[in-house]
């Protein structure tokens, strides 16, 4: 490759950016049961990552998607790592997609002869695996990340479809892979009663079964009126079948629910009758389906094709389109996340799709509602993909006089000004500390462990705080005492509170009215200023006033580690008003320490750059860089002919060949030592 190739950089950037979105989308899928994205979006990204990889196979890093299954692990729950891993398929998209499919296992097979393929529905729900020994249910699995999964044996044991004995006929040991899925009316009346209480709404029947699934209260699992398909296995003691027919029959015969219809075919033609038949059929099914999966038919001919990376060769799965409706667009209104972002959304004549009534629609951001020229009034399509929340795809006709839309620079919520950086599609709201879109956010921010460290003030506590109107800004907490002092209810006599709490809380407070200048910077919450670049602002600007008074864009960009980015959110957020307001409330009650450096102590080191390689036996990396930098040494992480000394611990690689190839001064781990 050449070492400019701009196709190779570009696709290089573009690799980046998508191994990033996709990892957002699949912890939100995953961990979070709260897709942001439609399941035919997050495949375009997927799709585009596949390409991009295939092109340029030097860009698969290991932490790319594509090396991993499914979601990481949420905590609470205990692991089990599956015998068989459980893995994902392959995506077919449309016929073409379908008849490669079937050359490829007949090129792989080096065969001509057809090969019978077998066809079932694709169940849009949660993926378990069932453990049986000797026949008992013992364990069950979510897929985790294809290889752990969550042992949720107590909840699946509460599914009434779910056999917790096999028959005689069944081997000692066997695996019952499938979906499990909440009904469609059990799922409307979930999200009817918890919108009584006031608890989660659900986007869909799949991440409602996934939440249901999750529960430590397996009681509540038991209440959600979940069941169970089966359509695979993983492990297996000795077979049950040759073909994955004879497997579903196997199962249905055990006890098991199993889709219906299937069909298998040999050709093309007859997958897709299939599919278009079961298409016919959606609208009135009782659970939710997202294409259809096709599977080499013969076992034996599956062991051949085996898998490829984290999907086998012997099936794929054949989506669906999404499903289209034309409506009109009566407003968009800007909601504002617990990040700040403002998202349009569309405001619709209510219509049905696929069965659902839709009156709401993602616009994603200004960009695109730009792009797309999306006016109010408008006549729109749009598009469910059957999950989340449904977009508009495109603006089909103007209203007569209807204007472009002009996306507010304010935010909506609390006034503050709104704006946008470069290179991000995201406008967001720069009043974090006073917005009450994010204040309950930035509040446990403020108090969080690397900050004001307030003990006893936990995420609970603030949420409690902020919805009972007690501290609705961060000088709040500071003045809690005094007004807790005149209240009729005042904390002591609260649930969960008591004469003992409350002092210990008015203690931990007390205790925190004197802050660290770098602590008090990151505790703001500004974006992209964690505890380093905190710790470099302390640093420059010595004291609040200081900061406050000096502090601007051209300097901002001559610090070590802050870039045009960091400096625009930095100065957006010196400069808005509310921030001010907030900033001199605070400064009423606390005393922030002036930036104090670190002592250095005059050795060997001071002034010098050094740089640490290998692995040193008497202390850690962090502890080693942390006494070179209080005997005032400068860490760098490469070699060059600027370096002074190379401290070379067991195991140096490159960088001690490039010290000895530079002639740089090498210390062993003792000279090292000496010399401190
Ligand atoms: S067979 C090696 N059959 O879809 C994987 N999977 O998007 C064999 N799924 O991970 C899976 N319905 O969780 C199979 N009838 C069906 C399915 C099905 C839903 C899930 C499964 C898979 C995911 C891929």
Same mark, same amino acid.
Request: proline content about 4%; charged content about 30%; glycine content about 6%.
């Given at each position: 490759?050449?070492?400019?190739?701009?196709?190779?950089?570009?696709?290089?950037?573009?690799?980046?950016?998508?191994?990033?979105?996709?990892?957002?989308?699949?912890?939100?899928?995953? %961990?979070?049961?709260? =897709?942001?994205? #439609?399941?035919?979006?997050?495949?375009?990204?997927?799709?585009?990552? $596949?390409? !991009? *990889?295939?092109?340029?196979?030097?860009?698969?890093?290991?932490?790319?998607?594509?090396?991993?299954?499914?979601?990481?692990?949420?905590?609470?729950?205990?692991?089990? %790592?599956?015998?068989? =891993?459980?893995? #994902?398929?392959?995506?077919?998209?449309?016929?073409?997609?379908?008849? $490669?499919? !079937? *050359?490829?296992?007949?090129?792989?097979?080096?065969?001509?002869?057809?090969?019978?393929?077998?066809?079932?529905?694709?169940?849009?729900?949660?993926?378990?695996?069932?453990?049986?020994?000797?026949?008992?249910?013992?364990?069950?699995?979510?897929?985790?990340?294809?290889?752990?999964?969550?042992? !949720?044996?107590?909840?699946?044991?509460?599914?009434?479809?779910?056999?917790?004995?096999?028959?005689?006929?069944?081997?000692?040991?066997?695996?019952?892979?499938?979906?499990?899925?909440?009904?469609?009316?059990?799922?409307?009346?979930?999200?009817?009663?918890?919108?009584?209480?006031?608890?989660?709404?659900?986007?869909?029947?799949?991440?409602?079964?996934?939440?249901?699934?999750?529960?430590?209260?397996?009681?509540?699992?038991?209440?959600?009126?979940?069941?169970?398909?089966?359509?695979?296995?993983?492990?297996?003691?000795?077979?049950?079948?040759?073909?994955?027919?004879?497997?579903?029959?196997?199962?249905?015969?055990?006890?098991?629910?199993?889709?219906?219809?299937?069909?298998?075919?040999?050709?093309?033609?007859?997958?897709?009758?299939?599919?278009?038949?079961?298409?016919?059929?959606?609208?009135?099914?009782?659970?939710?389906?997202?294409?259809?999966?096709?599977?080499?038919?013969?076992?034996?001919?599956?062991?051949?094709?085996?898998?490829?990376?984290?999907?086998?060769?012997?099936?794929?799965?054949?989506?669906?389109?999404?499903?289209?409706?034309?409506?009109?667009?009566?407003?968009?209104?800007?909601?504002?996340?617990?990040?700040?972002?403002?998202?349009?959304?569309?405001?619709?004549?209510?219509?049905?799709?696929?069965?659902?009534?839709?009156?709401?629609?993602?616009?994603?951001?200004?960009?695109?509602?730009?792009?797309?020229?999306?006016?109010?009034?408008?006549?729109?399509?749009?598009?469910?993909?059957?999950?989340?929340?449904?977009?508009?795809?495109?603006?089909?006709?103007?209203?007569?006089?209807?204007?472009?839309?002009?996306?507010?620079t304010?935010?909506?919520?609390?006034?503050s000004d709104a704006i946008r950086e470069e290179d991000e599609?995201?406008r967001r709201?720069t009043?974090?500390?006073?917005?009450?879109?994010?204040?309950?956010?930035?509040?446990?921010?403020?108090?969080?462990?690397?900050?004001?460290?307030?003990?006893?003030?936990?995420?609970?506590?603030?949420?409690?705080?902020?919805?009972?109107?007690?501290?609705?800004?961060?000088?709040?907490?500071?003045?809690?005492?005094?007004?807790?002092?005149?209240?009729?209810?005042?904390?002591?006599?609260?649930?969960?509170?008591?004469?003992?709490?409350?002092?210990?809380?008015?203690?931990?407070?007390?205790?925190?009215?004197?802050?660290?200048?770098?602590?008090?910077i990151?505790?703001l919450?500004i974006r992209q200023v964690?505890?380093?670049t905190a710790?470099r602002l302390a640093s420059v600007y010595?004291?609040l006033?200081n900061l406050r008074a000096k502090a601007n864009y051209d300097d901002l960009i001559e610090i070590e580690d802050i870039g045009p980015a960091v400096a625009t959110d930095i100065m957006a957020f010196l400069n808005e008003d509310?921030n001010k307001?907030?900033l001199?409330?605070?400064?009423?009650?606390?005393?922030?320490?002036?930036?104090?450096?670190?002592?250095?102590?005059?050795?060997?080191?001071?002034?010098?750059?050094?740089?640490?390689?290998?692995?040193?036996?008497?202390?850690?990396?962090?502890?080693?860089?942390?006494?070179?930098?209080?005997?005032?040494?400068?860490?760098?992480?490469?070699?060059?002919?600027?370096?002074?000394?190379?401290?070379?611990?067991?195991?140096?690689?490159?960088?001690?060949?490039?010290?000895?190839?530079?002639?740089?001064?090498?210390?062993?781990?003792?000279?090292?030592?000496?010399?401190?």
């Amino acid at each position: 490759m050449e070492l400019f190739d701009t196709d190779y950089e570009d696709a290089r950037a573009r690799h980046k950016k998508l191994v990033r979105e996709i990892h957002h989308h699949d912890r939100l899928y995953h %961990t979070e049961d709260a =897709p942001e994205i #439609s399941d035919a979006d997050y495949d375009q990204l997927r799709k585009e990552l $596949d390409e !991009i *990889e295939a092109k340029y196979p030097d860009l698969i890093s290991s932490d790319s998607p594509s090396q991993k299954v499914g979601g990481a692990i949420k905590d609470g729950f205990s692991k089990i %790592t599956h015998a068989v =891993p459980m893995l #994902s398929l392959g995506n077919a998209f449309n016929v073409d997609d379908v008849q $490669d499919f !079937i *050359e490829r296992v007949q090129r792989f097979l080096n065969t001509s002869t057809p090969v019978e393929i077998f066809a079932e529905q694709k169940i849009d729900g949660s993926s378990c695996s069932l453990r049986y020994e000797n026949r008992k249910l013992v364990s069950a699995a979510t897929r985790g990340d294809g290889t752990v999964g969550e042992d !949720i044996t107590a909840n699946m044991k509460t599914l009434d479809n779910v056999p917790h004995i096999l028959p005689s006929d069944a081997p000692d040991t066997v695996e019952v892979r499938g979906e499990v899925y909440m009904p469609g009316k059990s799922f409307e009346a979930l999200n009817k009663s918890q919108a009584e209480k006031g608890g989660k709404i659900f986007a869909n029947p799949r991440n409602a079964a996934a939440g249901s699934l999750r529960q430590l209260d397996s009681s509540i699992t038991a209440a959600r009126n979940l069941k169970f398909f089966g359509y695979a296995l993983g492990d297996l003691s000795a077979p049950i079948a040759d073909t994955q027919m004879g497997i579903r029959d196997k199962l249905s015969n055990w006890g098991f629910d199993v889709p219906s219809p299937v069909h298998v075919a040999t050709d093309v033609k007859g997958l897709i009758n299939y599919y278009e038949e079961v298409m016919k059929l959606r609208p009135d099914l009782e659970y939710d389906i997202d294409g259809i999966v096709y599977k080499v038919n013969d076992l034996s001919l599956q062991n051949r094709l085996g898998f490829v990376s984290r999907a086998p060769r012997w099936a794929i799965a054949h989506k669906f389109p999404a499903e289209q409706a034309i409506t009109t667009l009566h407003a968009i209104s800007i909601q504002v996340g617990r990040t700040g972002a403002l998202t349009p959304v569309a405001e619709l004549e209510p219509i049905t799709i696929g069965g659902v009534v839709v009156s709401r629609a993602t616009l994603h951001n200004e960009d695109e509602i730009a792009r797309k020229d999306i006016r109010v009034g408008d006549k729109v399509k749009i598009e469910r993909a059957g999950d989340v929340i449904p977009k508009i795809t495109e603006s089909i006709d103007h209203a007569a006089g209807s204007k472009p839309f002009e996306f507010p620079t304010q935010c909506p919520v609390c006034g503050s000004d709104a704006i946008r950086e470069e290179d991000e599609a995201v406008r967001r709201c720069t009043g974090g500390l006073i917005c009450d879109a994010q204040a309950v956010e930035r509040l446990k921010h403020f108090v969080s462990k690397n900050a004001f460290d307030i003990e006893g003030m936990g995420d609970k506590v603030i949420k409690q705080f902020w919805e009972e109107g007690l501290i609705k800004s961060p000088a709040d907490i500071f003045t809690l005492r005094d007004h807790d002092r005149n209240s009729l209810t005042p904390l002591r006599l609260k649930e969960g509170w008591g004469d003992q709490s409350v002092q210990k809380l008015w203690d931990a407070i007390e205790a925190k009215r004197e802050i660290a200048l770098d602590r008090f910077i990151y505790a703001l919450g500004i974006r992209q200023v964690g505890q380093a670049t905190a710790k470099r602002l302390a640093s420059v600007y010595g004291s609040l006033q200081n900061l406050r008074a000096k502090a601007n864009y051209d300097d901002l960009i001559e610090i070590e580690d802050i870039g045009p980015a960091v400096a625009t959110d930095i100065m957006a957020f010196l400069n808005e008003d509310h921030n001010k307001n907030v900033l001199d409330a605070l400064l009423n009650q606390l005393t922030i320490l002036d930036y104090v450096a670190p002592q250095t102590t005059e050795s060997a080191f001071t002034g010098k750059t050094v740089v640490l390689t290998g692995t040193l036996s008497s202390m850690g990396r962090a502890e080693a860089k942390a006494k070179l930098e209080t005997l005032g040494a400068k860490i760098s992480g490469s070699v060059s002919s600027k370096t002074d000394y190379v401290i070379a611990g067991a195991d140096a690689g490159s960088k001690l060949k490039k010290a000895q190839d530079l002639s740089v001064t090498v210390l062993s781990e003792d000279e090292f030592i000496e010399k401190t």
